[in-house]
């Protein structure tokens, strides 16, 4: 069964610094999507950035990076120029791709962290 | 370009009283996911409807809760007998899935359960 871990339940950063939130996760599969989703307190889930497992360039996105680590199963996600409205539980997400090219279906999530960002 | 939509936003009821909760997916949506976040966990996945397909139920977590997709939309996920311990937010999302590419999934703004 895969797992995902996020080791840091909280974090904040100051206005325009940048700021890293780590995620790891436990397979055996080759071929999966890892995700970051941002829930601000209005409760929505946004997708903030996806990888695919079998690219080795990590994906930006604005001011959004990852440093996508394959070997060592790690996920980590980088805001740049951390704004207020970036202030909101993050979380990492795993889906797996079965051999024909098709999802499993289901995410699975990491409990998440919290990120404040202070004026 | 409606987003995921689920009703009610908020729902108290009493312990033992069953409960329907409503997700509207994205038009031309296939697929459909249920999860379940209670406080302080991450988000628990429950249901998936695929199409016509069978539905994966394999994370529900006891007989008592049930979903159904009708006519592959609107979806509604029923609590039987509801526990406190079924007090959660729940979140709908839907995703394309008509290519490996288009496998995200969006989701609604949920709906709070407090089962008192």
């Known amino acids: 069964a895969q797992t995902v871990t996020q080791s840091q339940p909280e974090m904040s950063v100051q206005e325009a610094e940048t700021v890293t939130l780590s995620c790891t996760y436990d397979?055996?599969?080759?071929?999966?999507?890892l995700f970051w989703y941002k829930q601000p307190p209005s409760r929505q889930m946004i997708l903030v950035i996806r990888?695919?497992?079998?690219?080795?360039q990590n994906a930006t996105e604005n001011r959004f990076s990852v440093n996508f680590q394959k070997a060592a199963k790690s996920f980590s996600l980088k805001i740049s120029d951390s704004q207020l409205g970036d202030t909101a539980m993050y979380f990492c997400?795993?889906?797996?791709?079965?051999?024909?090219?098709?999802?499993?279906?289901?995410?699975?999530f990491g409990k998440g962290t919290k990120l404040s960002v202070k004026p | 370009g409606a987003g995921v939509s689920q009703s009610p936003s908020n729902k108290v009821t009493e312990k033992g009283k069953d409960v329907e909760l409503r997700c509207d997916p994205i038009?031309?949506?296939?697929?459909l996911y249920w999860y379940r976040q209670s406080l302080g966990q991450g988000l628990e996945f429950l249901i998936y409807?695929?199409?016509?397909?069978?539905?994966?139920k394999s994370g529900l977590p006891s007989d008592r809760f049930s979903a159904e997709r009708t006519g592959g939309s609107v979806s509604t996920l029923t609590i039987q007998r509801t526990q406190q311990e079924d007090s959660a937010v729940y979140l709908c999302?839907?995703?394309?899935?008509?290519?490996?590419?288009?496998?995200?999934?969006?989701f609604g703004p949920g709906t709070r359960l407090l089962v008192l």
């Open positions: 409807f695929q199409g016509n397909s069978a539905p994966d």
């Open positions: 999302a839907s995703s394309l899935r008509k290519a490996t590419l288009q496998e995200t999934q969006y």
């Open positions: 990888q695919e497992a079998y690219k080795q």
């Open positions: 397979t055996s599969e080759n071929n999966y999507y």
């Open positions: 038009s031309g949506h296939t697929a």
């Open positions: 997400a795993f889906m797996k791709l079965l051999n024909y090219g098709g999802s499993q279906g289901n995410l699975i």
